[in-house]
């Protein structure tokens, strides 16, 4: 991504103290004209329009999710647990967030695989999508042509945003746009093409797994554990930081978007709700910015370069001028 693709904020000065949300106008822009900003409008979303595969899909894990106590056995739940970390963390904050979207780290052939493995059986789309979206976010952060602005409602931020049906030609135009040089990375395009045979073929190996663990019982504890309730409690740990880290928490810096650092949704989504850091200086690995904002992804990222298997790890948080 070259850095004109992502407009850095006007400003982001170290603040002394937390600020108070202002109210932002919907139809604030950042940047008038261009064709997608429709596109991820609310008004774009209507019955004609609905994207009735991913609707269906949410949809269906949500019930197995509700299903799940209802099948409760230890070897499903510890495994659950495991895939959240595995799935979240590493795939989704690690992977498709740090190190595709931003950039911040560079890492070994066979942990690029490993990592984008676990970043695809998340089930939060290809990694086109998850980062040309990601960077137009950015770009456009609680303006006009921001596809998941709380500002637009905190519902459609959540989760309506996503029920857009947009044609493959809107789509290769944003992801040409904002991420033309995953193009040209062999391992990513492989992802891209096969995303959905991994969901398919993650939901038939936990099916099998508990099969031959507990029968049919066991089949379904690990279909709506393991598959069905690990995705939802994922998803919506990550909706939680288009959502609420724009409503809710404290600010370290001024930005030219409402981002702000919230607590709770950086425990659900292992670092990521240190959401103001982050936009105040997107490009660089951590996201706690100060002694108590812990964050566990950035753990892992410095395991993984003891470990030799991440490099050219992007570090330089901001000194901070104290009130």
Request: charged share 15%; hydrophobic share 40%.
């Amino acid at each position: 991504m070259s850095s004109q693709l992502i407009a850095p904020p006007p400003t982001s000065r170290p603040s002394s103290a937390p600020s108070q949300r202002r109210p932002v106008p919907k139809a604030n822009s950042a940047r008038k004209g261009d064709p997608w900003d429709e596109w991820y409008h609310p008004d774009y979303l209507k019955w004609k329009n609905v994207d009735w595969v991913t609707l269906v899909f949410l949809a269906g894990v949500h019930a197995g999710a509700l299903a799940a106590p209802f099948f409760f056995s230890w070897a499903a739940a510890i495994t659950a647990g495991v895939l959240y970390w595995a799935t979240a963390s590493i795939g989704i904050c690690l992977g498709y967030h740090r190190y595709l979207s931003h950039r911040s780290f560079k890492l070994t052939k066979p942990a690029e695989f490993c990592v984008l493995s676990v970043s695809a059986i998340a089930g939060e789309g290809s990694p086109l999508a998850w980062s040309a979206t990601h960077r137009l976010h950015h770009q456009k952060s609680d303006h006009t042509g921001d596809p998941h602005s709380p500002f637009n409602g905190n519902w459609w931020s959540h989760i309506l945003w996503l029920f857009v049906n947009r044609t493959p030609e809107q789509c290769e135009t944003v992801f040409r746009k904002y991420a033309p040089e995953l193009y040209d990375r062999p391992m990513v395009m492989f992802f891209e093409r096969t995303y959905g045979r991994w969901l398919l073929a993650t939901g038939l190996t936990l099916l099998g797994i508990g099969y031959a663990v507990g029968g049919v019982f066991g089949a379904i504890s690990f279909l709506t554990w393991t598959y069905c309730l690990r995705m939802v409690v994922a998803y919506h740990s990550t909706w939680f930081v288009n959502s609420a880290t724009h409503l809710w928490g404290y600010r370290n810096y001024e930005t030219r978007d409402q981002s702000r650092n919230l607590w709770w949704v950086a425990i659900l989504a292992f670092g990521e709700g240190w959401h103001n850091n982050h936009h105040a200086h997107p490009s660089i690995a951590p996201s706690g910015h100060r002694w108590w904002e812990f964050d566990a992804t950035w753990c892992v990222i410095k395991l993984l370069r003891f470990c030799g298997l991440a490099y050219d790890v992007k570090t330089g948080i901001p000194e901070r001028q104290e009130g």
